[in-house]
């Protein structure tokens, strides 16, 4: 024993372990009473349960997602204003709205910008790919929460 401060095994206690030079501690068992139960699982109220899409991100995302919808249907109706017949006679209220729906619905690839001109399509391709990007890691982040709960 000149290079071990302790040993632990299964060993058990005998006279010839003991002459060899074999410490044994004394046995201790605990046999304190122990009682399983379920634990009690709280219910999620209506509020986590219904807004528990939005848990993949923080709020400050949300928010910025919301402003890049805004801003997108902005700098895509003044790009399209003048060339595109679905802005032409329309105020700029009503045109901004149309472009705020389409830029919103092709996050989620349902909707899409139809552009006339040569900047409202490379526009629109800058959003798609934007669009790619924040939908794949939503999904992704969504997979992984629902498998941590």
Not at 29 to 42: C, F, G, K, V
Request: charged content about 15%.
């Amino acid at each position: 024993l000149q290079f071990f401060d302790l040993v632990a095994d299964w060993f058990t206690d005998t006279p010839a372990r003991r002459n060899s030079g074999l410490a044994f501690a004394y046995n201790w068992i605990d046999l304190s009473l122990i009682m399983i139960t379920r634990p009690e699982i709280e219910e999620p109220g209506f509020g986590t349960t219904f807004f528990s899409f939005l848990r993949p991100f923080e709020f400050n995302l949300w928010v910025v997602l919301v402003f890049a919808v805004l801003y997108s249907a902005v700098i895509f109706w003044f790009l399209e204003q003048r060339v595109n017949v679905l802005y032409k006679g329309k105020s700029t209220t009503e045109g901004v709205e149309m472009a705020t729906y389409a830029a919103a619905c092709k996050i989620t690839w349902s909707g899409h910008f139809a552009p006339m001109s040569t900047a409202g399509r490379i526009f629109a391709v800058s959003w798609a790919i934007v669009c790619v990007c924040f939908f794949s890691s939503y999904t992704a982040r969504l997979a992984s929460s629902l498998v941590v709960d």
